[in-house]
């Protein structure tokens, strides 16, 4: 019972440390974000400008919020590859030799998966969810945009689409622990493409059909090709 507790006590002891590794990490980086934040905060303002819209700000205390807010989201999209190597590292002592050298390798795609989402939410997504919203709310209201609670729209949607990126790796990851295999994906295929026109949809009703596949796309191919990695890795296991 005494080696149980203390190898809890171990276990939180490593949970905390992990944690406060990557929040300093990212109160690090905030804080030098902060200094040069009107840079990207003129850069997050690209979206609306075609809109001729304004921000506005409704308390005292919003301009200093929304800066802090903007270098923040900025801070953890940056130290992302940190707090994703922590996370390993958190994990790695539950799992076997061959799965951790998996982890580690693919630290580095699983960065790079993130970032491209958070630029393609940012680029190519942002834009008509901005201007569909826009748009249905100026047929009978008078558009007055607070800027806190824009800059955390486009913080928490571009996160959202770093995340959505990551998905593939996360089927494979599971596959490689024979957790899920191909077949299983293949069942589900119908419903992941229904579901990814449903999402778009909701984002992109009033883009022109190109833009509208162009968007789901990705996440498609990314199933389509989790299906096929996982498959020839099934067969690889088969002849070993």
């Not at 507790?5 to 992990?18: A, C, N, Q």
């Not at 979206?47 to 903007?70: A, C, H, M, N």
């Not at 590292?89 to 970032?115: C, D, M, Q, R």
Request: hydrophobic share 55%.
């Amino acid at each position: 019972m005494e080696t149980t507790e203390m190898s809890v006590v171990d276990h939180l002891h490593e949970l905390r440390k992990r944690i406060i590794i990557s929040l300093i990490t990212i109160l690090s980086i905030t804080i030098l974000v902060y200094d040069q934040v009107h840079v990207l905060i003129k850069l997050l303002k690209m979206p609306i400008s075609r809109f001729q819209i304004e921000l506005v700000f409704f308390k005292l205390t919003d301009g200093f919020v929304s800066r802090l807010q903007v270098s923040l989201i900025a801070a953890v999209i940056l130290t992302s590859p940190i707090t994703i190597s922590q996370i390993l590292a958190y994990l790695s002592p539950g799992l076997k030799k061959g799965e951790k050298t998996f982890l580690y390798k693919n630290v580095l795609i699983i960065s790079v998966l993130f970032a491209l989402g958070v630029v393609f939410g940012f680029v190519l997504v942002l834009p008509y969810s901005l201007g569909f919203l826009i748009a249905y709310g100026s047929s009978y209201l008078k558009p007055a945009l607070s800027g806190i609670n824009y800059f955390n729209f486009i913080g928490i949607f571009c996160l959202y689409t770093g995340v959505v990126f990551l998905f593939p790796y996360v089927l494979v990851l599971l596959g490689k622990m024979s957790l899920i295999n191909s077949k299983i994906l293949r069942k589900y295929r119908k419903y992941v493409i229904i579901g990814a026109f449903m999402i778009e949809g909701v984002f992109l009703p009033s883009a022109g059909i190109l833009t509208f596949v162009t968007a789901a796309a990705p996440v498609l191919i990314f199933y389509e090709a989790t299906i096929w990695i996982i498959y020839f890795n099934e067969r690889k296991k088969g002849r070993d």
